[in-house]
């Protein structure tokens, strides 16, 4: 089973229905229901998605949405030493070399899914658009 790790973006896409980009996570997420593929993402990006969506969708119904997405998406912990990394490295965007990191964490991962590749350059694990993602399953 391929394992992919998602970034913020694609979360975002899929609950705020970013049309057209939601189109590709909204595939996404459907292969991974249907035990297709295996989803990772960081609890950073939980809590982002929290952050940014709170202003468009009420909170019960938020929490509830972001209580659901647990059955499709494993949650890798922000710990210090994913942290440590990331300041640490190379990435101009520290927000990103976290996803990176914690990315890194998960045995055999095949790539890292986000619609900023830009942001990702110089990654040892391979980055795909979600559109490339979706033409390769």
Do not use: W
Request: aromatic share 10%; hydrophobic share 40%; with cysteine.
């Amino acid at each position: 089973m391929k394992k992919l790790f998602i970034d913020t973006n694609i979360i975002i896409d899929l609950i705020a229905d970013r049309k057209p980009f939601s189109k590709y996570a909204i595939e996404i997420f459907n292969l991974a229901e249907h035990k297709k593929i295996h989803l990772y993402t960081s609890s950073h990006s939980i809590a982002t998605t929290y952050y940014l969506l709170k202003k468009f969708i009420d909170d019960k119904s938020l929490r509830v949405i972001l209580l659901g997405l647990f059955e499709f998406v494993s949650v890798i912990p922000v710990d210090e030493q994913v942290l440590s990394k990331g300041l640490r490295s190379k990435q101009k965007d520290f927000e990103d070399a976290i996803q990176v990191y914690c990315a890194t964490t998960i045995e055999k991962i095949d790539c890292i899914v986000t619609r900023n590749i830009k942001d990702f350059k110089g990654v040892e694990i391979p980055v795909l658009t979600p559109d490339e993602v979706c033409s390769k399953l």
